[in-house]
């Protein structure tokens, strides 16, 4: 089985402070691990993704990812937070499990930019 | 290049009513899933399949059924559709290794 925790529903920062997002995981396999970011009213789309390569993960709009085993964890950060960040950020588990693919994911954490 | 296209993107039913909402990709994916949406809830799991004729229950698959006959169409069926079902449902898709790929979402509301 596998599942996603995400500490916080919502996270506040000020524009040009540094963002931490928590997201731990549990899985009985190697895990593939995924965060996704969602704008109002849009779809999900991909922030950046770790499967078993290098274990700090840079994705798009200057964010980054470290996977670390020892702590179950793949917490999102970017340096300085801008107003366009704001959005809903999901974090997702998936492996191999019975052939499929299929991701798990977090309950979500609202990121909250003020000028 | 469409990706993961659904319809509609908006529909209001009655309590009782049926309805199917459209999934279709184009990127030969094995795996397509159908997810919900609700505040505070996350994305959970209705169903998913891991190829044509094979579909599999997920997290919260009651009042839900779905069937996959081509790789690329995998439609979800409310069967009576009750207040407890509205939500934003997502539809994705993806394949060994790779990240899930997602369509623009159809909000349902069941009065």
């Known amino acids: 089985a596998q599942s996603v925790t995400q500490l916080g529903s919502h996270v506040s920062v000020s524009e040009g402070a540094l963002v931490l997002l928590r997201c731990n995981y549990s899985s009985s396999v190697p895990p593939y691990l995924f965060w996704y970011v969602q704008y109002p009213n849009q779809g999900l789309q991909l922030l950046l993704k770790?499967?078993?390569?290098?274990?700090l993960v840079k994705g798009i709009n200057g964010f980054e990812a470290e996977f670390k085993k020892s702590e179950t964890s793949f917490h999102l950060t970017k340096p300085s937070a801008h107003m366009s960040d704001a959005a809903e950020y999901f974090c997702?588990?998936?492996?191999?499990?019975?052939?499929?693919?299929?991701?798990?994911f977090g309950r979500g954490t609202s990121l909250i930019v003020h000028p | 290049n469409a990706g993961v296209t659904q319809t509609p993107k908006f529909q209001v039913l009655k309590t009782g009513q049926s309805m199917t909402l459209q999934c279709a990709q184009d990127m030969n994916h094995e795996y397509m899933s159908w997810y919900r949406q609700d505040p505070g809830m996350g994305l959970r799991l209705i169903h998913y399949?891991?190829?044509?004729?094979?579909?599999d229950q997920g997290e919260v698959p009651n009042g839900y059924n779905v069937s996959r006959s081509t790789t690329e169409d995998f439609p979800l069926r409310l069967l009576s559709a009750a207040p407890s079902q509205t939500s934003v449902y997502f539809c994705?898709?993806?394949?060994?290794?790779?990240?899930?790929?997602f369509g623009q979402g159809t909000r349902l509301t069941v009065v």
């Open positions: 997702a588990v998936s492996h191999a499990s019975g052939g499929s693919y299929i991701p798990t």
């Open positions: 770790y499967t078993s390569a290098a274990t």
């Open positions: 994705a898709s993806g394949a060994p290794y790779t990240e899930a790929f």
């Open positions: 399949s891991v190829g044509a004729g094979i579909t």
